[in-house]
């Protein structure tokens, strides 16, 4: 499947966003380990920490499609991708 720049980096955002909300939860929960979670807490933080791990291995897939196909580094798009998701978008 090819991937366009813009959809790399929307898909990073994802993820980043998916990341962010799994520290949320962690920080309003307590580490899962170490807390004492109702079955709803349980199921919030797993439901999360599933769709970042999705989110972030599509990213990761993505990459490594996009780079070979642009024949680069897919360390040098990665770079880049990541760097354009920390900046914010333009409406």
Known sequence: ??????ELVAK?????MAHAQVLELRDAYGPPAEAQLTG???ETYETALRAWRDLAREVQTALSEY???AGRPRGDVEAE???A???P???
């Open 1 to 6: 499947m090819a991937h366009t720049f813009e």
């Open 12 to 16: 990073q955002r994802a993820s980043d």
């Open 40 to 42: 709803a807490q349980k």
């Open 67 to 69: 780079a070979k196909e």
């Open 81 to 83: 991708v990541e760097r």
């Open 85 to 87: 998701a920390e900046t």
């Open 89 to 91: 978008e333009s409406t």
